[in-house]
């Protein structure tokens, strides 16, 4: 149907994932028409096939290893197997709820939202089918996909992520292509459901963007939960024969499996979307954005996984709300990309706000820096939990660097936000009091030792 009143708005945004709909919501909350455009479920990779389902398979990881450890606290149990179909449909129960809370959402504000595949069809419109949806500003939040190696093909059992969360068995054997978040992360939930892993990596360690010493922190943990490591070990080839995967690495080494899970990062989704003939500059896949998140067309925004930088949701889910709060008049506070937590939900978690180490020595010179060995902390001693904290800080300055390893450090990355938000010196934070027994604690002690005060740590 041709253009009419009713399909003029004044945000037009592609794609509902969690970039898309925060800015769908946040400008219906200010007043604005807006038109929302998505081609498969509302919430996006997010929340039906990221973080809401893997984060519901390593809880019910979790679960299955404290059944299996409980003697140890005294509880007596029988560990007796995985029910996949029952761990799918628990994942899946998540999902619905939160999917069916978020239509909810959408609906009450009076947001248009139209399902279909979208294309930019101009500076200032997008086509879903027939009907062209005008708007004064469009925002392009098309997301990201699972991304493989040129020559190696998904299918079978070679999978990425989306196919892995669809399993309805546990393998005896896996090979986890890429040890980045993603990568650590199935490695951890198969191991804990039973399986033989071998993580293979091709730069020198595992979750490459962490501070060094929280790599090495994992790869030992990975080790004493017999998770095998390959680093530095680039990928050939992989086969499959019956039942069986052949891995090759460059070395010349085989390793034999019954899945392969190919986890080498996300691409952007851009492709094929009319991005380029509508003038927007894509460069290798990505939209390029200036600060504020204005692509190189008056009018055309982009936020989320196809924005150069962090791939996470709740990036995203901030850019859209300064996007709506900007298109609205509200000159809000550009986002500090150093300031964004990192969270990976494998066993141990790590958690991270910041620059690591080497970052702050490349931008600032001289920096001083602690680890707090959990150790020393109750709590953790409690959980039966390893790892430390790290505070990284410029030189007789503030700190500019929080790495976490160890259970539930996911918990404690706010109060690490704040802390580098806010340029906050080792003393300030030092002069809080920080509950116990908490692993928040943790935090607290790491601080002290940084500040000259060391309690239940070495100075």
């Known amino acids: 149907m041709s253009a009419t009143t009713a399909d003029d708005f004044d945000v037009v945004i592609l794609g509902g994932g969690s970039g898309g709909y925060a800015c769908a919501l946040r400008s219906a909350e200010l007043g604005l028409r807006v038109a929302l455009v998505e081609k498969a479920e509302l919430g996006g990779t997010c929340l039906h096939r990221g973080c809401i389902p893997t984060k519901a398979l390593l809880h019910a990881a979790e679960v299955a290893d404290t059944a299996r450890e409980s003697e140890k606290f005294g509880v007596r149990t029988t560990f007796e197997s995985i029910d996949m179909a029952q761990v799918m449909a628990y994942k899946s129960g998540v999902v619905a709820r939160l999917h069916k809370g978020l239509q909810g959402l959408v609906t009450a504000a009076k947001i248009e939202y139209v399902t279909g595949e979208g294309r930019l069809d ?17 925002v392009l939040a098309t997301g990201s996909y699972a991304r493989t190696l040129p020559g190696l093909d998904i299918g079978g059992r070679i999978m990425t992520s989306d196919e892995a969360l669809r399993l309805d068995h546990v393998p005896a054997r896996v090979v986890v292509l890429g040890g980045g978040v993603i990568g650590v992360e199935f490695a951890s939930v198969f191991r804990s459901f039973g399986a033989e892993v071998t993580v293979v990596e091709a730069l020198p360690r595992l979750v490459a963007a962490e501070d060094e010493a929280v790599s090495k922190q994992l790869e030992r943990a990975f080790r004493r939960r017999k998770i095998g490591v390959r680093t530095g070990a680039p990928f050939a080839a992989a086969t499959q024969d019956g039942d069986v995967v052949t891995v090759r690495l460059e070395s010349g080494d085989t390793i034999e499996a019954d899945l392969l899970l190919v986890a080498v990062g996300r691409g952007p989704s851009t492709a094929g979307l009319g991005y380029e003939e509508a003038g927007v500059v894509v460069e290798r896949g990505f939209v390029p954005t200036d600060e504020r998140l204005n692509t190189n067309v008056a009018g055309v925004r982009a936020v989320g996984d196809i924005v150069p930088g962090l791939q996470l949701a709740h990036r995203g889910f901030a850019q859209g709300i300064f996007v709506a709060e ?5 000159s809000p506070a550009v986002i500090d990309e150093v300031t964004i937590p990192r969270v990976t939900y494998c066993d141990p978690e790590i958690a991270s706000v910041g ?12 920096v ?14 409690i959980l039966g939990t390893q790892g430390f904290v790290k505070v990284v800080r410029r030189a007789d300055g503030p700190v500019v660097g929080i790495h976490m390893v160890g259970a539930r450090m996911g918990e404690q990355v706010g109060e690490a936000q704040l802390i580098v938000g806010w340029d906050a010196f080792p003393e300030d934070v030092a002069a809080f009091v920080h509950a116990h027994p908490t692993q928040n604690e943790s935090l607290g002690e790491a ?3 940084l500040a000259g005060k060391p309690l239940h740590a070495h100075s």
């Open 122 to 138: 101009g500076p200032r419109t997008v086509a879903v089918g027939d009907r062209r949806l005008t708007g004064r500003h469009v």
């Open 355 to 366: 620059l690591t180490e080497a970052q702050a020595r490349d931008r600032h010179g001289e």
């Open 368 to 381: 001083a820096t602690y680890e707090y060995n959990l150790g020393g902390n109750g709590k953790s001693q």
């Open 326 to 330: 900007d298109i609205a008049g509200l």
């Open 447 to 449: 601080h002290l030792a």
